[in-house]
């Protein structure tokens, strides 16, 4: 999927994440920051670089701002700016696709 | 308790007057120019917090001190994030007051620079302004002078060009950072081409773009659109310590300014600047205008006499390449774009 324009998703409230995602500039680049990064840092990176590799992200900047997310959370957030990012946010949406 | 979040327009006057009385409680003074306010209401519809943008910017960040702990405050900056994303910003800034810095950097913001006991500049971009310093070349060399010079150059005029040259004939090398903001008719690719060509056989003159870190609608709003003395002050003081976090990665030494009598911004600008700028131990260079027929040369007089129909008016004023610009082809969408402003001084 091809991020077309910059767009985010998620709140900074307790227990959710903010994901923010634009056009790269060749290859994902992704900013982490967590309030939980020394515990869970690794996790939060590896399921936020695994959904976007389902959606076939291959080239995008990436920001999430993690409060304490789940990885069910952390991947809804992460499609849902994917999606918004494409303006797919309102139709087409491939449930259980890649979307799982 | 429950809690509503709501965007506050300009005219409703009870939301307002709230807003106001809830930054005056916790000592945040209302900026002048604001393009979105929204609170918090309890469930009495009394402002808990409220938060605003203008341009690329959040700003007027407050929580009630009977709502702390709450997470309102994180609310308000995911909500004005969204807000922001949907109109295309994506790199936002972020003002604060040096108490609070610690909460909003637990958000995604990264601190720039801060005027002590008065506030603290950040950005969403984890280490973007240095990423913005380590672009500008060259780097400084031992034993060398490096000058620096700001410019808007609306459009670029021989009193630039004089400013220019004196601070190349003084120096090894001059930094020239040509203003990126678009503000006003003449684009700022077209003021940046200017510039470069004026300065072509100046060797040692190297052009940058100001991005957005230095008199940007971010650091420095009141010098695009009128505000109060203190704010500009303040304004003026926040985009001089960035300066001087610029001119410290690239040894820049000394500034050089032409002197300003007709706009009050930028007056009280080269004020602050005299005064700031020897603190960080950074000369500034205030240097006289250069005039022609007895007048001092201004890039607003140019404008002033393209706006009234009469380009060749300009031909003394300005180098070859800006005047053949005006006058050929390219430039008229530009000429008849300052025809379409009803104010071509700057205030």
Known sequence: MEIQKAAVAGTLESSDAQVTVEPGAGGVQLELSSSVMNQYGRQIRATVLETLERLGVTDAQVTVVDKGALDCTLKARVECAVFRSCGQSAQNIPWGGVVR | ?????SEIHPDDH????QVRNLLEQEGIRRDGNLDYTCGIFNDDWELAATGSCFGNTIRCLAVSGRHRGEGLLNQIVSHLVEVQLARGSAHLFLYTKPDSAQYLSDLGFYEIVRVPGSLV?????RGGFDRYCASLSPK????????GVVMNANPFTLGHRHLVERAARENDVVHLFVLSEEAGPIPSAVRRELVEQGVRDLPNVFCHATGPYLISSATFPSYFLKDSDTVIRTQA???LRIFCQIARRLGIQRRYVGQERSSHVTRLYNEVMCQKLPEAGIQCVEIPRLTRDGAAISASAVRQAIHDGQP?????????ST????TGPRG???CAAIQREAEVIHY
């Open chain 2, 121 to 125: 500049f950040m950005e969403n971009r």
């Open chain 2, 1 to 5: 308790m429950s809690y509503t979040l």
């Open chain 2, 312 to 320: 060749e008016r300009i031909r003394d004023w300005v180098p070859a």
């Open chain 2, 14 to 17: 009870r939301g307002m007057a």
């Open chain 2, 140 to 147: 400084p060399q031992e034993g060398q002078s490096t000058a």
């Open chain 2, 332 to 334: 008229a969408s530009v």
């Open chain 2, 237 to 239: 003081e926040l985009d």
């Open chain 2, 323 to 326: 005047y053949d610009f005006f």
